[in-house]
DNA sequence: CAAGATTGACATATCAATCTTC
DNA sequence: GAAGATTGATATGTCAATCTTG
């Protein structure tokens, strides 16, 4: 059996585990809050903060797919839904150019999010770890983030 | 304002924004390599694993969803779409109870699958990290999990 | 009635195929 | 032809009913 083949110790497995069951409820819980707090999907926030921080509150939907690393198809449907809500709207610039422009209503929902949003990643993450946790846990990140770009 | 209103702190921000960056792109990165190497999807995964270490390979569908913190409809369209594949079936108990069983294709299928996304898990997670920070990231998990059950 | 199971409607994500413009 | 945008089909997840049996 080849070392990659073996199993994870019992370590690595109970480490792997936790993690992952972990992310999967916070994820959750986040994204409940943030339904009922504000009417918003975690989709819809992700793209109002990317925009609210374009010069303009407006990008390139080519540049706004690579940014948020989602599949063009993704970001289009998503788009086309948050078009009929208003929060955000197409702008066609030369040629094949679609832009997006996060619209006043948009700035008004995100701005409302915002508060309650960061209390809950506040009170279910932040505050329970340590400032040395939030070190290591960004560094731990930053290096699975490098490695998942390089492969 | 109050502190809990108080935009995060620049270390805080970077590092939740580190963190849920990188769990969104790992979980995405895991669930390309299982469906392209066995045909799986992240659910069907979970649910499979946990009916293989369920005695008898089966266990009441209610138990099930409390395991696994799903909402009783997640899991029961889940299974359906499951048992339409025979990976798993249905058998009723007394009463109201309904029993799920992993069948002997899904406990191929879950063979299968395991080899390469241990490998997956390795490759892009456990081998990137030091084994101190692995005991880190498993306590952190831990912390947080603990204070999602309590709130 | 209440626990447990089911259903249907809708939102979201992925994929493959197509259309459009350079 | 290829980059960028669109479309439709299908899988998945959530919610709010409803059905069913103790």
């Known amino acids: 059996m080849k070392a990659a083949e073996r199993p994870l ?12 069951e972990m992310q999967e409820l916070l994820r959750g819980r986040l994204e ?3 339904e009922a707090d504000s009417g918003l999907s975690n989709a819809d926030y992700t793209v109002l903060v990317a925009l609210s921080e374009a010069p303009q509150g407006q990008q390139r939907a080519y540049e706004l797919s690579r940014r948020l690393a989602w599949e063009k198809s993704r970001l289009h449907h998503q788009l086309t839904r948050m078009c009929g809500r208003g929060l955000v709207e197409r702008l066609n610039g030369d040629g094949r150019a679609i832009y997006v422009a996060i619209t006043p209503g948009g ?3 995100l701005e409302a999010a915002v508060p309650p949003h960061r209390r809950h990643v506040r009170h279910l993450f932040l505050d329970r770890l340590t400032p040395e946790q939030i070190d290591q846990l960004a560094d731990i990140s930053r290096t699975i983030l490098d490695g998942l770009d390089t492969s």
Chains 1, 2 share one sequence.
């Open 9 to 20: 110790s019992e370590r690595e497995n109970a480490a792997w585990r936790a993690f992952y």
């Open 107 to 109: 700035r008004a929902a």
């Open 32 to 34: 409940q809050h943030l």
